[in-house]
């Protein structure tokens, strides 16, 4: 434990950093709000919740190939120019909402800012490889995991006092002012090597190819990407069907944020729980266990109580299975080759929303014909046999070659 918080005091000390954390952050608080306040401004002026759930669908559709196309512009401009490009067309399309434009408008706005997140998230991913070094990198891993869970418990927070205290429309326009300072924050970087750009890297669709390439040719890539979607296509549940859940304990509607919250508090945990550095095949193994002996303890819980605090502590313990992303993330770090680290994240991030969606059209079905703790302790049990193959079928890195070296 006194080496791990030894790492990530480094990585704190490290001036960049602390600038990427920051501009994470800020512009994460506001988009968890901004997505709030816009689900409430549609709902309020279209009485439709098909439009409301609409909004937030084409924010996801950027992630099914378009926001993969401009990720690889970050290859040719460098990371830290794309990361506030990207942040100033957000803050600009905000703005525009919070003006009050027709709802189609509105949906086209939210469209282009979906656009931005996948290049801006390849972006940011590469960025913190560059501005670290393989000691630090994994604990930068683990710090960006614990900011993006505190964001989106804070960001909901944030998000519902603005609406009840300034309106949703104005809520907009605040979200609009996060991005803008976040941009600010990153413009620190400019010296660092993230900002270097690569004029010739392939960008386009030779871009995308070149994003796809080392999921196919690399073993240790491809192994981590299958456990991190496989395991967060079933992690993603608890909080997408915690309505229906509380409602079918008996719980009062207000009860479905704080419960989800408990999500948030498990995965900051799980965090510290998971392997941090070290031999990548080492990881891997120590993630399959740990993450598959939470969710099979999540599973139990799930079906054998309906006392509601040890179905609270299960959902905690879910938590625990989201962190899967953190050791995951590190392996693929240190894997991925410089040129194209930007798409092929995006691309891996693409697979892991397209698996969300499945998972989630399949719990809600699976929650209606049965009921939402079967279909939570399926997704458990799923995940746990997910774990299993890859302790099963184990990836030794030692003898496989570098990704660099794969042609």
């Known amino acids: 434990m006194t080496t791990r918080r030894a790492a990530i005091g480094a990585t704190l000390r490290n001036p960049w950093c602390r600038r990427v954390f920051a501009a994470q952050l800020v512009s994460g608080l506001g988009d968890w709000a901004g997505r709030l306040a816009l689900s409430v401004l549609v709902y309020e002026r279209s009485d439709s919740a098909l439009l409301a759930a609409l ?45 009050g434009p027709p709802l189609p408008v509105l949906l086209v706005l939210a469209f282009v800012a979906g656009l931005c997140v996948p290049p801006f ?43 009840a205290t300034i309106g949703a429309q104005a809520a907009l326009g605040a979200n ?40 196919r040719t690399d073993p240790v890539c491809r192994r981590a990407l299958m456990l991190f979607v496989g395991v967060s296509a079933c992690s993603v549940l608890p909080e997408a069907i915690v309505v229906p859940f509380v409602d079918s304990v008996g719980g009062a509607p207000g009860w479905a944020g704080p419960i989800a919250a408990v999500v948030a508090l498990g995965a900051a945990f799980g965090t510290w729980w998971m392997p941090l550095g070290g031999d990548l095949d080492r990881v891997l193994i120590g993630t399959a266990w740990r993450v598959g002996a939470a969710a099979a303890a999540a599973a139990v819980m799930f079906v054998a109580w309906s006392s509601l605090p040890v179905l609270v502590v299960a959902y905690a313990v879910t938590g625990l299975v989201d962190a899967v992303t953190v050791p995951t993330n590190q392996v693929v770090g240190r894997r991925l080759p410089p040129e194209g680290r930007a798409a092929a994240i995006t691309v891996a991030l693409g697979v892991q929303n397209t698996a969300h969606v499945v998972s989630i059209t399949l719990a809600g079905l699976v929650a209606d014909v049965t009921s939402p703790r079967l279909a939570l302790a399926a997704a458990m049990t799923l995940a746990t046999l997910v774990c299993g193959w890859s302790l099963v079928r184990p990836i030794r890195t030692t003898v496989v070659a570098d990704a660099a070296a794969v042609p």
């Not at 909901?156 to 603005?162: D, H, I, K, T």
């Open 55 to 99: 909004t937030i669908a084409v924010t996801l559709v950027p992630w099914l190939g378009p926001g993969q196309l401009l990720a690889t512009s970050s290859e040719r401009f460098g990371r830290v120019q794309v990361m506030r490009a990207t942040d100033l067309v957000r803050g600009l399309m905000f703005a525009v909402m919070a003006a």
């Open 176 to 215: 609009a002012v996060t991005f803008v300072v976040s941009a600010a924050v990153l413009s620190g970087l400019a010296g660092s090597p993230a900002a270097a750009p690569n004029r010739d890297a392939e960008a386009g669709w030779r871009g995308v190819a070149a994003g796809v390439r080392p999921w």
């Open 121 to 163: 998230a390849g972006a940011r991913a590469s960025a913190l490889v560059e501005i670290t070094d393989e000691e630090t990198y994994p604990s930068a891993v683990a710090v960006y995991a614990m900011i993006a869970q505190a964001e989106m418990v804070l960001g909901y927070v944030v998000g519902g006092a603005l609406v």
